[in-house]
């Protein structure tokens, strides 16, 4: 796959940007590699937790310039062809039925933000920068958009996206944008630990439909959002998983996940 690289160790499978010398600038075949690995991911029954991860000094440092260049010559059609392809990425990686943990060692800049915006989990190293700088090359954070303000709110989402400013891992800690900052001798240690927890200590429906709750939270009214819950609450009781799980609690044992 273009651009990436992507292994299985147990159940965790890994995907890495693997284009350093392009600081692991996105293009529409890393796009499409990236698609194609998530699927694979989440195809895989062995796999039970995804890790994103890149090589080199940046995590991902937004678009490719050869890829804005040729942009420059598509009509709106293609546009709005490519601009689907990021769309659905994000899309799919949000919407994964399994949990994506970014580990980020380096600046997450555009849509390599955004990546790590629509990420579960994310931990990044202290030198690390996050912004939505589209607003500086006379283009908009769209599509990240839609992500951004349900995880941060509006007020920081507008702060980050207009200014197009660059911030340190710590401050896109205290803004939600993500999970924790950790050392550098410690992140994949850190991002290794939490995968295995994951897989662990945590039922694989419990995890997938925890995700689907979260999401459909902002799309439904306090009545039928609750509704939702009371029926996903009677149907998970019926799941083996949960069965297995009240069983093991019962006889003070813990199920094997």
């Known amino acids: 796959m273009s651009g990436i690289t992507y292994a ?92 994506v943990i970014a580990q980020i060692e380096g600046d997450a800049l555009a849509g390599g933000c955004g990546l790590a915006t629509v990420a579960d989990l994310s931990y990044a190293v202290p030198e690390a920068r996050f912004g939505y700088t589209e607003v500086k090359i006379g283009f908009v954070p769209a599509l990240v958009s839609v992500f951004l303000v349900r995880k941060i709110g509006e007020g920081r989402a507008r702060e980050l996206m207009l200014t197009g400013a660059l911030v340190p891992a710590e401050t896109a800690e205290r803004y939600g944008l993500i999970t924790a900052v950790v050392p550098a001798d410690r992140i994949a240690g850190h991002v290794q630990e939490m995968a295995e927890r994951l897989c662990n200590e945590a039922s694989a429906n419990s995890l997938t439909v925890t995700k689907q709750l979260i999401a459909n939270v902002f799309d439904t009214s306090l009545e039928d959002g609750l509704e939702a819950a009371a029926r996903t609450n009677a149907e998970t009781r019926r799941h083996p998983d949960c069965q297995k799980g009240i069983a093991a609690f019962l006889d003070k044992k813990k199920p094997e996940w």
Do not use: W
């Not at 546009?79 to 990425?89: H, I, K, P, T, V």
């Open 8 to 99: 299985v160790a147990g159940r965790i499978a890994t995907i890495t940007l693997n284009r350093p010398e392009k600081r692991n600038a996105l293009n529409g075949e890393v796009v499409h590699a990236l698609r194609k690995a998530f699927a694979q991911a989440e195809a895989d029954g062995q796999v039970k937790v995804v890790v994103l991860a890149a090589s080199g000094k940046a995590f991902c440092a937004g678009a490719d310039l050869d890829y804005l260049r040729q942009l420059q010559q598509f009509d709106f059609e293609e546009n709005y062809a490519d601009s689907r392809e990021l769309m659905q990425l994000f899309r799919e990686m949000y919407e994964l039925k399994k949990p």
